[in-house]
Each structure stands twice: as C-alpha cells, then as structure tokens.
C-alpha cells in the first residue's frame, strides 16, 4: 500500500466533495499525513501507551497545516475534515502496524 498515494486520492476527493481551498496543495499534505501515520503506527507496534493523545496531536498537526481550525475556533466544514483527516491517520497507522 502507497500510503502517500492513498492519502493524497482521499485528500483530492474531499477537496472536491466539500468544495474546500487547502493553504497547501494535496500532494504536500498527503507527505505530512503519511509522515504522522507512520509515527503512529510505531506508537502501536511498539504498544505504548498514548495513542488517542498521539492521534488527536497528528491530526491536528495535519490539520493546522491545510490551513483548516481546530479545536473551539474549527467551524462545521473543519469539523468534516477533522473527522476524515483522523479515521484516515487511525486506518493508516493500523493497517502500516497490522492491527
């Protein structure tokens, strides 16, 4: 599986679906996605402890980066994209992990 790959289809069909305009192109966060997942997956293979702290830092972080809110300041739309940008970091990092 080309995490990258996967990371940048899924970010262009939401961009097209939710009519959004990302501060950085689709390609760059897909990079930063794939980076934050592979660091999660260690997370889980090595069975430490902090994962949900982690995932919810990483999407964040991939968040932050598209130029979406987060957290009080995160309107409904960054709110969609907050869900996909984690179910997309928890499927990855699992799947990269083999849980």
Same mark, same amino acid.
């Given at each position: 599986?080309?995490?990258?790959?996967?990371?940048?289809?899924?970010?262009?069909?939401?961009?097209?679906?939710?009519?959004?305009?990302?501060?950085?192109?689709?390609?760059?966060?897909?990079?930063?996605? !794939?980076?934050?997942? /592979? +660091?999660?997956?260690?997370? $889980?293979?090595?069975?430490?402890?902090? &994962?949900?702290?982690?995932?919810? @830092?990483?999407?964040?972080?991939?968040?932050?980066?598209?130029?979406?809110?987060?957290?009080?300041? !995160?309107?409904?739309? /960054? +709110?969609?994209?907050?869900? $996909?940008?984690?179910?997309?970091?928890? &499927?990855?990092?699992?799947?990269? @992990?083999?849980?």
């Amino acid at each position: 599986m080309n995490t990258r790959q996967e990371f940048r289809d899924l970010f262009d069909q939401s961009v097209e679906r939710l009519e959004t305009n990302l501060q950085i192109s689709t390609d760059d966060l897909a990079a930063i996605a !794939a980076e934050e997942s /592979d +660091r999660l997956a260690r997370i $889980l293979e090595n069975n430490e402890p902090g &994962f949900e702290q982690a995932l919810i @830092a990483a999407r964040d972080n991939v968040a932050l980066r598209a130029g979406l809110a987060v957290g009080a300041f !995160a309107s409904g739309l /960054d +709110r969609e994209w907050l869900g $996909l940008i984690a179910g997309a970091l928890r &499927f990855a990092a699992g799947a990269a @992990a083999g849980s």
